[in-house]
């Protein structure tokens, strides 16, 4: 919750916070990364999704991007495993844009 306080986060993208957070849980990550590390993947998966643009507030952070990359690589592996008729083109879209928007974070970060 430090983390969200700290980035002055709405509290719609704190609800998809704890939701990534939650989905975490059925993959490994847990078991390979301090929560801390999970905690800033989670909130950078909810602001791509969200729109929301908190690369600034990264680049203050004294953390491991690169740990951050793999665990969002992880959730976002996880989101493209779920199978779910009904959401399936509206889950494809949003894929592509945290894909996109990724791929970019990555270039520019390195």
């Given at each position: 919750l430090t983390f969200v306080e700290d980035a002055s986060l709405s509290k719609s993208i704190i609800h998809t916070c704890w939701t990534v957070v939650n989905d975490s849980y059925l993959t490994d990550l847990s078991l390979l990364y301090p929560p801390h590390i999970?905690?800033?993947?989670?909130i950078y998966v909810a602001c791509i999704y969200k729109d929301v643009n908190i690369r600034k507030w990264y680049d203050t952070m004294?953390?491991?991007?690169?740990?951050i990359k793999s665990?969002?690589?992880?959730?976002?592996?996880?989101?493209?495993e779920f199978k779910s008729p009904e959401a399936?083109?509206?889950?494809?879209?949003?894929?592509?844009?945290?894909?996109?928007?990724?791929?970019?974070?990555?270039?520019?970060?390195?």
């Open positions: 999970i905690a800033l993947g989670a004294n953390v491991n991007l690169d740990e665990v969002v690589r992880q959730l976002m592996n996880l989101y493209s399936e083109k509206k889950r494809n879209s949003s894929l592509n844009v945290l894909n996109d928007r990724l791929l970019t974070y990555i270039r520019v970060g390195q």
